[in-house]
């Protein structure tokens, strides 16, 4: 049986992976473990609207975090009681351990009014994770330029890029970096104004304010920071409200024109952002725009290694490499198979080896393994144009070829992980920019050629019911 304090700590991760961060933030951080035996887990929550929004909402949730973590399904149990009082109010309370999660200057707040108290406490920092910093930030090919350069802003920031946009997929670490510049600004510049949001809490706050009258407060606040950094601002388009679009363009100019810092991650490169103006777009290339791409096995290796000693645990080589093999893309994946092995090994009282580490991996590996690959792509497409695999790599340039070479580039890119440098290297050693044209050129005909979208979604479907077959 784990010790409870670490096996809490364990599941919140699991959890957090599946929950918004502001629900996350919301709903579980007062919740703590109160007992936990194979046949049963009772949470403790701060009063019974937790009790009964979790056991809604979060049920499901809870449960699989439960299952990934300690491999048993007991019943989930909640009880309420308030966080305890200090034994002795009299005294000073202990000072908190320093940590480099804790700037000891959160960020000078403005007027705070009703709708800044609501999104700005004045303890924002709170959102930044002590996990996120750039000393545990592990620097490989993948992610080298990214890293250095946001090293460069946070020593000069408004100065060295500016903006700065940082683009790739999912669980590649751009959070992780954007906060490491948030949190040595803080550390090294505390007299910085600045402000480190998910670009969700930007477009909420906005709403807020139209609807509070408080515009003017909203301005004076975003305009007069020295610097600004979104999160996920691909949100931006995706929303329908072109007021916000229109009103961070403005936060952008002033704060461009004033030399001030102005920090964004995405998704997806700029010119992907469709669904954002032009004006707003262009401005995003006026800086910096740098990609992550996933790490390479070296790099996995690192970065498990890394992970595992800051739990406090070093594991065998070749467990690290197991996990490396199989766990190729996504570095919240990596991090995830670590949980589960250490977890594992304190529930079973058992050291980390090999052995241990599949039996903790068994169901990801077989999820990763039953993932579409590069190779399924290449054989749908060549079977559907009946063309060869030697043509898809080959420099042939007429229209028979290059179609569905762009076509399987298109369809690589979509469902599987692999970057863009890395399906080039499939399709004959072309380089990302190729591949990015290719899946810019199907996007387009997919909207401007029903044969072709036809094709496609044929194609698409067949790949995920292949893997989703109960055969597989
Ligand atoms: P994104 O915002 O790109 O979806 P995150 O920044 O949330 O990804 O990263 C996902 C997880 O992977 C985080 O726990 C983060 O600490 C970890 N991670 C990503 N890149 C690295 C890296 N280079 N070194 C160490 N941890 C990393
Ligand atoms: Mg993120």
Not at 107 to 133: C, I, K, N
């Amino acid at each position: 049986m784990p010790a409870s304090e670490n096996l809490w700590p364990a599941i919140l991760e699991q959890i957090e992976l599946d929950v918004r961060d502001q629900q996350f933030d919301t709903w579980f951080r007062n919740v703590s473990l109160d007992q936990f035996s194979s046949e049963s887990i009772t949470l403790r929550v701060p009063n019974s609207f937790y009790h009964e929004w979790l056991r809604r909402h979060y049920l499901g949730t809870i449960e699989k975090a439960v299952l990934a973590v300690t491999s048993c399904r007991p019943a989930v149990e909640f009880v309420v009681k308030p966080p305890p009082k200090p034994a002795n109010p009299e005294p000073t309370p202990p000072p908190a351990p320093p940590t480099t999660a804790t700037p000891a200057n959160p960020m000078p707040a403005p007027v705070v009014g009703h709708a800044e108290r609501r999104f700005f406490p004045t303890d924002w920092t709170s959102r930044l994770s002590q996990h996120y910093t750039f000393d545990t930030f592990v620097v490989g090919g993948s992610n080298a330029l990214p890293h250095a350069a946001s090293l460069a802003i946070s020593e000069n920031p408004g100065l060295a890029y500016n903006p700065f946009f940082l683009h790739g997929g999912m669980g590649l670490g751009k959070t992780h970096l954007v906060q490491g510049i948030t949190q040595r600004l803080l550390q090294t510049r505390p007299k910085t104004r600045m402000l480190y949001l998910s670009c969700e809490s930007f477009m909420n706050h906005f709403v807020s304010s139209i609807q509070h009258g408080e515009m003017q407060k909203f301005r004076s606040i975003y305009r007069g920071l020295d610097a600004l950094l979104i999160d996920d601002i691909h949100f931006l388009g995706r929303g329908t409200r072109e007021a916000t679009q229109e009103e961070f363009f403005h936060t952008f100019n002033a704060l461009y024109n004033a030399g001030k810092q102005i920090v964004l991650s995405s998704d997806c490169p700029p010119h992907e952002l469709t669904k954002l103006e032009e004006r707003l777009l262009s401005r995003f290339k006026w800086g910096l725009v740098a990609r992550i791409d996933a790490p390479s096995y070296e790099t996995r290796v690192a970065i498990l290694r890394k992970k595992a000693q800051l739990r406090g645990r070093v594991l065998p080589d070749e467990v690290l490499h197991f996990v490396a093999e199989h766990i190729d893309t996504n570095i919240r994946e990596l991090e995830g198979a670590i949980t589960k092995i250490i977890g594992l090994s304190s529930l079973t009282n058992k050291p980390v080896d090999l052995h241990l580490a599949r039996e903790a991996l068994r169901d990801t590996v077989e999820r990763v393994a039953a993932a579409i690959t590069i190779d399924d792509v290449i054989r749908h497409v060549t079977t559907e144009f009946r063309i060869k695999l030697s043509d898809l790599q080959s420099k042939k340039r007429s229209k028979s070829i290059t179609h569905p070479r762009q076509v399987a580039m298109y369809l690589a890119r979509s469902l599987t992980r692999h970057s863009l440098g890395e399906i080039g290297g499939y399709f004959g050693g072309r380089d990302h920019t190729t591949v990015m044209h290719a899946c810019d050129k199907i996007k387009r005909l997919l909207q401007d050629d029903p044969m072709v979208a036809a094709t496609v979604e044929r194609l698409t479907t067949q790949l995920r019911r292949q893997r989703n077959s109960p055969s597989s």
